[in-house]
């Protein structure tokens, strides 16, 4: 009797599983959303130069509706993503967002970095044997400028080869090398030119500008834009959340004798060899680069193939006003509640032209910031070196080059770039000494040194495993054809914009390594996730999202499974 009652109600217990189970799937993803032939048409990467995740939330109440407060109340935000490279920088940064990867893979260890063959420092962009000219530009854009140093494909590489060269990706930044190495190899990429206020690009993409680019440059933008005065978008007396606009604290604009608000453009255009370039330190130079975004979006056609396309948009203007003003400034504040309304503005205009579920937006940063370290001094926080007066790299070099000639009587060193310090290798074969005994003895001075948070020699890194930590960060920027041969960091609180008082980044540290990961866009749950992820993930989600082939050197895991919950 029990056995007939069970066997007659399976049928209802089947019904009621397979009615489980469709509630489910619908309360979650659209299965649609996840079939094999269903991808965005469009990826828009922004790479927001030096923002710090704080910034969502600090400036909040000045925010409208339109634009973080649309994308965090409807995109899903990564609130625990660090960087895995210790040297926080715009060149390493935006290659590790694209390449899915680190310096130790990819190969750029820095904006700038030593070649002992010539002498001198390269540009992260530069190839120096080749004969790249820039197009469009004046008699000082830079020369040879192409992702040659990147070592690896990115996802837009990728995503080009896996479509039979259909899918394109267009990049665009006022800083050359943010450009660039968003853009990877196979997509076009356009850049400011501070010489003529122009967007240029190089012969390694193409011999002359697109026609919808000419265009573009002759409307004259960025001269109008130079007539402004910069002051509050809101009274200032409700910019509580920051420091007075008058401390000392901050650098005033080239031109001009205080860093307080109005600042006149004109007036400053009005000084002796002034250039465009003036425009990038105001939010304005931001607020020209989205347009020229909406408009690379409709000349282009992007998004309008059979294969998805992605339009890159690195935001620089945040990482220069940080750097003159500092992360508690009120101009810091303006910016955002400026760049509020600019990202506004272009969500409307994506609305117009697509459907929410056909795009995919990733808003992340190339590196954080920390604040300026005389000010933490003055608050009685610690920081390496008290007299800010003083360049921080001419006192390390002077130090440490008097130490290497006392111990082996005679000057070994050859250069300090960033953190990599390069020894005079044909000065110690003439010597007869152990370039590791020379290597081990720099890394002892240097840890005896207050502002000097650590130091590893090539040795150790070419023989040792660091995984975790400082050290592992460190590991993850040691590429040994282009690194010295000892790479060292500042402790916390230390490093200012070129060694002085004011705001700076590129170190492994906290403040420099944490940045927002933000997704938006096609079936983006809202939701949000403290688990540890990195901007080295972004590239292998993006693919998983287009179903294309990871980056060549990708190390990065995806984030799907964390955005569904799975």
Not at 84 to 97: L, Y
Not at 184 to 190: E, F, M, R, S
Not at 246 to 268: C, H, K, Q, V, W
Not at 475 to 490: E, I
Request: charged share 20%; with cysteine; net charge negative.
């Amino acid at each position: 009797m029990q056995l007939t009652s069970c066997i007659s109600f399976l049928p209802r217990c089947l019904a009621l599983v397979l009615l489980l189970v469709g509630g489910s799937a619908q309360s979650g993803t659209d299965p649609d959303r996840h079939s094999h032939e269903h991808t965005p048409r469009l990826v828009i990467g922004i790479t927001v130069d030096q923002m710090r995740p704080d910034y969502f939330y600090r400036f909040w109440n000045h925010y409208g509706e339109g634009g973080f407060k649309r994308l965090l109340d409807n995109g899903f935000l990564f609130r625990n993503a660090k960087f895995r490279h210790g040297h926080t920088a715009t060149g390493p940064g935006h290659a590790a967002v694209y390449t899915g990867t680190t310096p130790r893979v990819h190969g750029l260890i820095g904006n700038r970095w030593y070649v002992p063959e010539l002498g001198r420092e390269i540009n992260v962009v530069e190839v120096p044997d080749s004969t790249y000219t820039t197009v469009g530009g004046g008699p000082r854009a830079g020369q040879n400028r192409a992702p040659g140093n990147m070592m690896v494909t990115t996802i837009g590489d990728e995503l080009r080869l896996y479509s039979g060269e259909r899918s394109r990706t267009v990049s665009v930044s006022a800083k050359d090398r943010a450009a660039i190495l968003s853009g990877g190899h196979t997509g076009d990429a356009y850049w400011f030119d501070r010489a003529t206020g122009n967007f240029v690009t190089s012969t390694f993409y193409r011999d002359e500008l697109p026609e919808w680019l000419r265009s573009f440059n002759q409307r004259g933008l960025a001269r109008e834009f130079l007539q402004r005065t910069w002051e509050p978008a809101r009274p200032i007396e409700t910019y509580v959340e920051s420091r007075p606009d008058r401390n000392p604290y901050e650098r005033p604009l080239p031109g001009l004798y205080r860093a307080t608000f109005p600042m006149d453009l004109s007036e400053i255009m009005r000084q002796p060899n002034m250039d465009a370039g003036i425009l990038n330190v105001t939010p304005f130079g931001d607020e020209l680069l989205f347009e020229l975004a909406k408009t690379a979006l409709v000349e282009e056609a992007l998004g309008q193939g059979e294969t998805p396309d992605m339009l890159l948009i690195g935001l620089s203007a945040a990482d220069i006003i940080g750097h003159y003003f500092g992360p508690a400034s009120k101009q810091i504040q303006d910016y955002y509640i400026r760049l509020d309304e600019y990202l506004a503005d272009f969500l409307d205009f994506l609305d117009e032209h697509f459907e929410r579920d056909e795009i995919l937006i990733v808003i992340t940063a190339d590196h954080g910031a920390h604040y300026v370290p005389q000010y933490l001094h003055d608050l009685r926080i610690p920081t390496g070196h008290s007299n800010f007066h003083t360049r921080l790299n001419e006192t390390l070099r002077e130090q440490l080059r008097g130490h290497l000639e006392r111990r082996f009587g005679t000057d070994l060193l050859l250069s300090i770039s960033g953190p990599h310090i390069h020894l005079n290798h044909p000065r110690m074969a003439e010597l007869q000494l152990d370039p590791a005994v020379v290597r081990r003895e720099t890394v002892r001075f240097l840890q005896s040194l207050d502002f000097v948070g650590g130091a590893l020699s090539a040795d150790t890194l070419d023989q040792a495993e660091f995984t975790e930590g400082v050290r592992g960060r460190m590991m993850q920027t040691y590429f040994p054809a282009r690194s010295g041969d000892v790479l060292m960091w500042l402790t916390p609180h230390t490093r200012g914009d070129l060694g002085t008082g004011y705001t700076g980044h590129g170190t492994p540290w906290t403040t420099d390594v944490h940045v927002p990961i933000l997704f938006y866009g096609y079936d983006i749950p809202h939701g949000q996730s403290s688990a540890p992820v990195a901007p080295s993930d972004i590239a292998s989600t993006l693919a998983v999202f287009l179903n294309s082939p990871f980056p060549s050197g990708n190390t990065g895991s995806p984030l799907n499974d964390l955005l569904y919950g799975h």
